[in-house]
């Protein structure tokens, strides 16, 4: 039982570059979440999605897109990088009805 | 809006000692209340949680009292480890339809052999 996977574990982009930020959980959990980590800042929530086919914005949401084709998948896109990206990106996950996420091991961005 | 404060740190222990981390919320409504670890290099690992008012959250020595009287969630433990070096988040669920959780600012706390 592998958890929440996140790939690639580090990433470095020049600015204006696009990609994207793979999650995937085999939990069969609803709620999927993207978060990002910034020094002296907490967690902040960028995306989440409550099921297939349904995502919403958090509250930092601009220079991010999401989709949310399948349960297991939950995919962060960023199109156009810039440095104030540059972060450490965690995706979440948890079942209905309980809101203690299980966190994937992140991934550090760099943007140059 | 909804929001958590945490002790600043770093908090520096000797081994044994006894380990506290204060967490006050603001909050409306009824939110779940969380304490995540974070080891260097990792992502956050759940370790305790208490989802009602006089509830106590434990998990690995560690303990919290959701206190509504104080709003307060504050972790403690009585003899700590070097292994139990870490930052420390508290966190609440925002019911409000966000699906959103809460995180304090983190506490850094190392923990001296």
């Known amino acids: 039982n592998a958890g929440v996977t996140q790939t690639p574990k580090f990433q470095v982009l020049k600015t204006g570059q696009s990609m994207t930020l793979q999650c995937a959980q085999d939990m069969n959990h609803e709620y999927m979440s993207w978060y990002r980590q910034d020094p002296g800042m907490g967690l902040r929530l960028i995306h989440y999605?409550?099921?297939?086919?349904?995502?919403d914005q958090g509250e930092v949401p601009n220079g991010y897109n999401v989709s949310r084709s399948t349960t297991e998948d939950f995919p962060l896109r960023l199109l156009s990088a810039a440095p104030s990206q540059t972060s450490v990106y965690f995706c979440?996950?948890?079942?209905?009805?309980?809101?203690?996420?299980?966190f994937g091991s992140g991934t550090r961005l760099t943007v140059v | 809006g909804n929001s958590v404060t945490q002790m600043e740190g770093p908090v520096t222990l000797s081994e044994e000692a006894f380990l506290t981390i204060n967490c006050t919320y603001t909050?409306?409504?009824?939110?779940?209340l969380f304490w995540y670890v974070q080891y260097p290099g990792e992502g956050l690992q759940l370790l305790l949680k208490a989802t009602k008012a006089d509830d106590k959250g434990s998990n690995k020595g560690f303990e919290a009292t959701y206190r509504k009287e104080t709003t307060s969630f504050h972790l403690e433990k009585g003899s700590v480890q070097v292994s139990d070096s870490a930052v420390y988040f508290c966190?609440?669920?925002?019911?409000?339809?966000?699906?959103?959780?809460?995180f304090g600012q983190g506490t850094t706390l190392q923990v001296k052999p």
């Open positions: 966190a609440l669920s925002d019911q409000r339809g966000t699906d959103k959780l809460i």
């Open positions: 909050a409306t409504g009824y939110p779940s």
């Open positions: 979440a996950s948890r079942i209905t009805g309980d809101y203690g996420y299980t």
């Open positions: 999605s409550v099921g297939a086919g349904i995502t």
